[in-house]
């Protein structure tokens, strides 16, 4: 029981950003709440909290071990949720918002898919690349992909992320293949706008990558436009998987600099972390989670 009040511990001063928040939330002094998160350091033999008299941010150990415990407490809450309502149907409705070109293609079609096996529940969904305020704009779930900044917010982590440069094969015969970062610097590359760079690993570096800045004639601020543009030999992309694995399947698109890629990110699904779930938002999220888990499903 010690060990899981130090693994709650750790998770509320994490996400409420101190130890007084965390404190006040659970009842305790600061000083409990200090206690309990030092004896989870010496336990583990790790920091996870780097603390000063103004800040507090996690190590990177922490940051892990934070996704993973919000992964598991959420688990724990779906698994009381079953032995506790037992044959009870979802019902009620869910507000659902998703990055527009990642929500087409992957998450209204598994929407419409849930709705069907859950006729009681409706949803409104929400396509938009903007970040949306979940509690101020009455959002029950959201899907991002990439870091996640916002530590007010609880995550399940869905699937990964990984990111490729693709061109079409006419492309590639018109004007070579790339064979690292450097010479992108020639190519037309197409960018979404604005651009902070395409990011690649440094060879030799684990876990360190770099942000090479690309130009070229074509910009535009949707994905889309710019798969369209790499399918039709216009230049060089900086593309999710997701959204380009079928292509690269039929020969549409090529894969460069693969040796260089970066480490994959994830696609998360988003919640506030002093909400508690609602049946029908949990079963959606476990939905979601199993179908990108199915090792066919991105090949589909």
Same mark, same amino acid.
């Given at each position: 029981?010690?060990?899981?009040?130090?693994?709650?511990?750790?998770?509320?001063?994490?996400?409420?950003?101190? =130890?007084?928040?965390?404190?006040?939330?659970d009842g305790v002094t600061p000083a409990m709440m200090g206690r309990r998160v030092d004896a989870l350091e010496e336990r583990l033999g790790?920091?996870?909290?780097?603390?000063?008299?103004?800040?507090?941010? =996690?190590?990177?150990?922490?940051?892990?071990?934070?996704?993973?415990?919000?992964?598991?407490?959420?688990?724990?809450?779906?698994?009381?949720?079953?032995?506790?309502? %037992?044959g009870v149907k979802a019902s009620g409705h869910i507000k659902v918002s998703a990055?527009?070109?990642f929500g087409r293609r992957h998450v209204a079609p598994l929407v419409r898919d849930f709705l069907a096996a859950n006729p009681e529940v409706s949803c409104s969904l929400d396509l938009s690349d903007r970040l949306v305020d979940l509690v101020n704009e009455g959002v029950d779930c959201a899907i991002r992909i990439g870091e996640l900044s916002d530590s007010s917010l609880v995550s399940v982590r869905l699937a990964e992320n990984r990111r490729v440069v693709v061109a079409s094969p006419d492309y590639l015969a018109r004007h070579?293949?790339?064979?690292?970062?450097?010479?992108?610097?020639?190519?037309?590359?197409?960018?979404?706008?604005?651009q902070r760079g395409w990011v690649f690993s440094v060879p030799g570096e684990p876990g360190v990558t770099r942000s090479v800045k690309v130009s070229g004639r074509f910009e535009c601020n949707d994905g889309t436009v710019l798969h369209e543009w790499a399918l039709g030999g216009i230049g060089l992309a900086w593309r999710s998987m997701w959204e380009v694995e079928q292509d690269l399947a039929r020969g549409l698109l090529v894969s460069v600099l693969d040796?260089?890629?970066?480490p994959p990110t994830g696609i998360y699904a988003v919640f506030p972390q002093n909400r508690r779930l609602p049946?029908?938002?949990? =079963? =959606?999220?476990?939905?979601?989670?199993?179908?990108? %888990?199915r090792p066919d499903y991105w090949q589909g």
């Open positions: 029981m010690s060990n899981f009040k130090e693994i709650m511990a750790f998770v509320s001063v994490a996400t409420r950003g101190s =130890l007084s928040a965390a404190a006040r939330a790790v920091k996870l909290l780097v603390r000063t008299t103004r800040k507090l941010s =996690l190590t990177f150990e922490g940051s892990a071990f934070l996704e993973d415990c919000q992964r598991i407490m959420n688990d724990l809450a779906n698994a009381e949720a079953s032995v506790s309502l %037992g990055p527009a070109g070579g293949r790339p064979v690292s970062p450097d010479e992108l610097a020639r190519h037309n590359c197409l960018s979404l706008n604005p040796e260089f890629a970066a049946l029908r938002v949990r =079963l =959606l999220i476990d939905h979601l989670r199993g179908c990108y %888990g």
